[in-house]
């Protein structure tokens, strides 16, 4: 067990890392070996510790999760599924006031169900939905701003990354924390719609709704008729796997791990009867081999970080810290909130989540919050850093792009700010009715 000074220590030397810029799975493989040494002065066991502790992470199945839910995504990503996505969605809400935009929440969501990787979406639609807004006259921060905003999805409903580093941190059931996240994520769509609808109401000409612009311009070639039978066969397809494999893993048919491996399957079955060559599935695998393996190695330096943090007595230390502080359990989660949106201006979602969940899930468990509502909670908050400045990534993913486009960052931030908002919302709405996480997870358990 650690004395104060020793805690300090590990503590000081992590912070120092991972703010000087050193990567994330460096900081967390330093910390923690200072840590083993701190306890037991003896290189060998330190050597040890850590070489046992990378072998009982990477034989666990569970670390074929993310690579195999990488996979399906991108499978489908690259065939066009994406691009039929929001076809399909932009014909049906053709009714609606600011329909593209609220086209491209809905197929962000839709798409989130097969990604769970937020840069993906935002990378496809920017290419997919901007020309689309463009050639209407939508507003380009709004336009931007939606694509922006929505690919947030990807990270919120499941299969999502964040739930399988988050479930693999805290020995949570990952089909669960997978579940649960589906209505807070509908939550978040219906609050961005509702959010575009009445700012299309209200400002006509920021979606392009001007008669004369109507008249001049056609339906998009995507909508073709006969061109979207085969985008309506392709999508129920998509949405048959999507079903498939989430339903699979909530009555318990399978394993998350084999519902990733079918997933994975069912994707390149789909890529290959839409035309993708076996050049164009190397290069998906090579793509999801080298977006996967940092993440695993995240993963293995999380465990020993997460086990050292246990050994040590610092978990329990801020355990006593905040329950002994006389602030009510509400009070100390708005502050772990302020934290995260505090570390979201500053590091990746990942990253955040490996260095405060070993330590704030103990003490949300000891303050009586459900373990899958405090999951939902934290993913939301920690999502709102992906819309805020400086690192805001979705932001620059957006503006990567569309090079051509010349637009500024600054220009994306503000107009992501209603977004943010939207998802805050929701965080409130989990914290006040932690039901709106946990009903449909308690379903799948009875």
Known sequence: MFDASQMMIVIGVLLALVLSGVHIAISLGITSALGIYLMQPDIEVVKSFVSNTAYESLRDYIFAVIPLFMLMGEFLAKCGAAKDLFALVNRGTKWLPGRLGVATVFANAIFGFVTGVSIAAAAAFSRIAWPEMKRFGYSRQFSLACIAGSACLGMLIPPSVLMIVWGVLTEQAIGQIFIAGVIPGFLVVGAYTIYIVIAAKRDPAMVGEDKATQDRLTLS?????????????????????????????????????????????????????????????????????????????????????SRVLSMTGITGAAQQFFLNSGLG??????????????????????????????????????????????????????????????????VFTVKAALPQENVSVGEIFRGAIPFWICLLAVVVIVTIWPQTATWLPSLGRS
């Open 221 to 305: 070639s995507v909508e073709d008729e006969a061109h979207m039978k085969e985008v309506f066969r392709s999508t129920m397809m998509v949405a048959g796997l999507i079903v498939g494999v989430l339903g699979g893993i909530w009555l318990g048919f399978f394993t998350p791990t084999e519902g990733a491996g079918v997933g994975a399957a069912a994707g390149l079955a789909l890529a290959l009867a839409k035309g993708m060559k076996p050049k164009d599935v190397f290069d998906v695998v090579l793509t999801v081999g080298r977006t996967a393996a940092p993440l695993l190695l995240l993963l293995v330096m999380a465990n020993l970080y």
């Open 329 to 394: 359990a509400y009070e100390i989660l708005a502050i772990m909130v302020l934290i995260w949106f505090i570390l979201g201006c500053i590091i990746d979602s990942v990253s955040i989540i490996l260095l405060t969940v070993p330590v704030f899930a103990p003490i949300a468990n000891a303050l009586g919050f459900d373990p899958l509502a405090f999951a939902i909670i934290g993913i939301l908050a920690i999502e709102t850093g992906l819309l805020t400045p400086p690192f805001g990534i979705l």
